[in-house]
């Protein structure tokens, strides 16, 4: 099966403001054909957390994804014998991992690894009582740290080519582990904030029946526009002309503070996420621009 037909089956056009985990997955690589493994993950506070880690491959033929489909036979797990870079990818703050195999079948043909995850409270990882008008909780950065040691630690990785992609709220979090894991080497944030400062009112005004609210006790040094003027590591900064929700004015804020190797992309006609936004609304110019930023990354 030719890959845009996958990313059909796997995209998305809802959009979600503040949590809304699910604990099903609707999509998994099973069903697919799709070469992977779990990777064991445990947090500082002993949680365990769901992920799943797909060496780069070519994407599976219409024979083989039947097979998996219908009569449970799956590819034995392979990778390639040199270490290679690997996209790190964050949820967002609704649904599970399950979500995000597009992202899969985007980069593993492009010869990178790619590693999915599910925040605690999502997906099969453990259990943690989750609020639907937080935007996040502080011990999401604990748990994306624990999935980066464990991708470190993965014979197939190049530990000098791990990069860390998140749109909105995986954006954001996805800033705040590269602060605290300095092998990162690249960001790719889509529909970041500047700060809950300035996103909370436009929450609000967008959903007056909503208390939605800043997590408690987040890292104020964490926060975009307390990082970025310190963060001097290459990144991408992707944002709709037309998000409503983190508008282009706050990714060229960022872009301005940030004192290493960086580009921003402000996507015509494209609105903060779902179908219109930066990725689905064009997932081939999407994948050949992330493509391109890192292995010019890389190349000088």
């Not at 749109?167 to 960001?187: F, K, N, Q, W």
């Not at 706050?250 to 219109?276: C, F, N, Q, R």
Request: net charge negative; hydrophobic share 40%.
């Amino acid at each position: 099966m030719r890959k845009q037909a996958i990313i059909a089956l796997l995209l998305l056009s809802g959009m979600l403001w503040a949590l809304k985990p699910s604990r099903e997955y609707t999509r998994h690589p099973d069903q697919f054909g799709l070469i992977y493994k779990s990777l064991e993950v445990t947090t500082a506070d002993s949680l365990r957390i769901a992920s799943w880690f797909f060496p780069a491959q070519r994407m599976p033929q219409e024979e083989t994804m039947l097979k998996a489909m219908r009569e449970g036979i799956l590819p034995e797990y392979t990778a390639e014998s040199e270490p290679l870079p690997t996209i790190v990818v964050a949820n967002g703050d609704a649904g599970n991992m399950g979500d995000q195999i597009n992202f899969v079948v985007a980069f593993c043909p492009l010869g990178y690894n790619v590693v999915l995850f599910d925040w605690r409270g999502f997906g099969e990882s453990d259990p943690w009582e989750t609020e639907r008008d937080m935007l996040s909780y502080k011990e999401y950065i604990d748990d994306y740290i624990a999935v980066l040691d464990a991708v470190f630690a993965q014979p197939e990785v190049d530990n000098a080519r791990v990069v860390v992609y998140g749109g909105s709220t995986g954006a954001y979090l996805s800033l705040a582990a590269a602060v605290r894991d300095e092998r990162v080497s690249i960001c790719v944030l889509r529909a970041l904030m500047t700060s809950f400062d300035d996103v909370i009112p436009i929450l609000h005004s967008a959903k007056p029946d909503r208390d939605i609210r800043a997590p408690e006790g987040y890292p104020e040094e964490l926060i975009p526009v307390n990082a970025a003027k310190n963060f001097k590591r290459p990144v991408l900064l992707i944002v709709g002309e037309k998000d409503e929700v983190t508008p282009v004015w706050m990714s060229e804020k960022i872009y301005s503070m940030l004192p290493g190797e960086k580009e921003l992309w402000a996507v015509p006609d494209a609105t903060h996420g779902g179908g219109t936004g930066p990725v689905y609304s064009d997932f081939t110019r999407f994948t050949n621009k992330v493509d391109g930023f890192l292995k010019a990354q890389w190349e000088q």
